[in-house]
Each structure stands twice: as structure tokens, then as C-alpha cells.
């Protein structure tokens, strides 16, 4: 079975200007949670989405944004880019149904560079 | 809300010295803990969970990790330690909060591992 697959694997961009992120789940898993991680704030939740359906939210400003597609696949957009956007995006899949029973299997990331 | 410590932030070890990773967890109730890794360019894998039952649980590449209710900690050990499992180490924590589930992680402990 195939794993997690985020696309691309590095990108850099510039201040102001807004990039699309992209998440390919496990096959079968209806749920997709992003996540940035940054060498100071460790892993910070931005989102999960289960059936198309933003489910949980974390603290960040409305710049970020994300939706699922009804075969699962999830994309993150992040307006207006500000140098502190630098980071790895971690996306993560689930099944979603099972609580905690389910764990999250991890895609190998997106590395944004905002310059 | 719940909250995960790690409170080392970098360990070395010698290839086949045993090891121990701390984490403390902060939680109301019985939580639900994991212990994930992370290595150079990559996601995060689960070694392995926590839910009840035994306090001692075993996970992949032989790592394990022991529950203790009175200390709220949930330290990760390793008998022999292998230059591969040099990495980032996660452990976080699954509460059930505000009417969902949430994951919040440790910022992680780095692990070097000397020949």
C-alpha cells in the first residue's frame, strides 16, 4: 500500500505571494491533518479535514486554508506568504472514524522557503 | 488542555549503550500516548502507543515505553542502541477535547548516536 505522498517536496517563494500544498492520503483513510513544523514551535496543528469536511482547526491566522476533494486528497494554501511561513508542512492521514485507535501515518513533508 | 514535555532537547549515546527518552504529559484524564520518530528528511513514523492495559507496550525496532499513572510520564527505553536509530524523537499525546481529538506533540528529542 502506498504511503502518504506530499508534492511538492521543496518550494521557496516570495514574500506576499501564496502557495498551494499538496496531500495524497493512504488509500482508504478519510482523514487528512496538517501540520508546520519549525525548528522553534516544533509541530503545530493547522487543520484536519475527514469527508471534505473541516473536523478540527489550530490557531493560525485565516492566510492559511485548506479543503479535501471527495477521493481524500487534501491541499493547504497559504496567502500573503510572511518570512516566519518558513517551514517543513507535514501532512498526515488516518482513517478517522476510530479515535486514537487509528494513528497517524505521516507524509515526508513539504519545505517551504519564503524569501 | 493537555501538553507534552520532553525535557532534553539533544542526547548522544554510544552505539549500544541502553537509552531512555523522558516525556511528561499533562492531562485530566487517561490519556492516549505515542512515541513517534523522525528521521533527516522525512515524516514521522509511529514506534508505538498507549491506550490501557499494560503499562509496559512494545513497539517497532525495539523500542518500548512505560506508562506511569503517578509520575504522568511515558519514558521511551532501548536496550542496545544502533547508529540507526539516529533521529528525532516525538512523543505526544490524544485527548479528547472541545468535542474532538486532538494530538498535540513534545518538541522533540534528538538523538546522536557515536560509534
Known amino acids: 500500500k502506498a504511503g502518504v505522498t506530499q508534492t511538492p517536496r521543496y518550494l521557496i517563494k516570495t514574500r506576499g505571494q501564496q502557495v498551494t500544498l499538496s496531500c495524497s492520503p493512504i488509500?482508504?483513510?478519510?482523514?487528512v491533518s496538517w501540520y508546520q513544523q519549525t525548528p522553534g514551535q516544533g509541530l503545530q496543528f493547522l487543520f484536519e479535514y475527514f469527508s471534505e469536511t473541516q473536523r478540527n482547526k489550530g490557531n493560525f491566522p485565516g492566510r492559511f486554508s485548506g479543503r479535501q476533494f471527495s477521493n481524500s486528497r487534501s491541499e493547504m494554501n497559504v496567502s500573503t506568504l510572511e518570512l516566519g511561513d518558513s517551514a517543513l508542512y507535514l501532512c498526515?492521514?488516518?482513517?478517522?472514524?476510530?479515535?486514537?485507535?487509528?494513528?497517524?501515518?505521516f507524509g515526508n513533508g513539504t519545505r517551504l522557503t519564503v524569501t | 488542555a493537555q501538553s507534552v514535555t520532553q525535557p532534553d532537547i539533544h542526547i548522544t549515546v554510544s552505539e549500544g549503550a541502553s537509552l531512555e527518552l523522558r516525556c511528561n504529559y499533562s492531562?485530566?484524564?487517561?490519556?492516549?500516548l505515542f512515541w513517534y520518530v523522525q528521521s533527516p528528511g522525512q515524516g514521522l513514523q509511529l514506534l508505538l502507543k498507549y491506550f490501557s492495559g499494560d503499562t509496559l507496550v512494545q513497539g517497532i525496532k525495539g523500542f518500548e515505553a512505560e506508562f506511569k499513572r503517578s509520575q504522568s510520564s511515558f519514558n521511551l527505553r532501548k536496550p542496545s542502541v544502533h547508529w540507526s536509530d539516529a533521529a528525532e524523537y516525538f512523543c505526544?499525546?490524544?485527548?479528547?477535547?472541545?468535542?474532538?481529538?486532538?494530538?498535540?506533540f513534545g518538541t522533540g528529542t534528538k538523538l546522536q548516536v557515536i560509534p
Open positions: 488509500s482508504g483513510h478519510r482523514s
Open positions: 498526515a492521514s488516518s482513517l478517522g472514524d476510530r479515535g486514537f485507535s487509528s494513528p497517524l501515518h
Open positions: 492531562y485530566g484524564a487517561t490519556p492516549y
Open positions: 505526544a499525546v490524544g485527548a479528547n477535547s472541545g468535542g474532538y481529538q486532538k494530538v498535540t
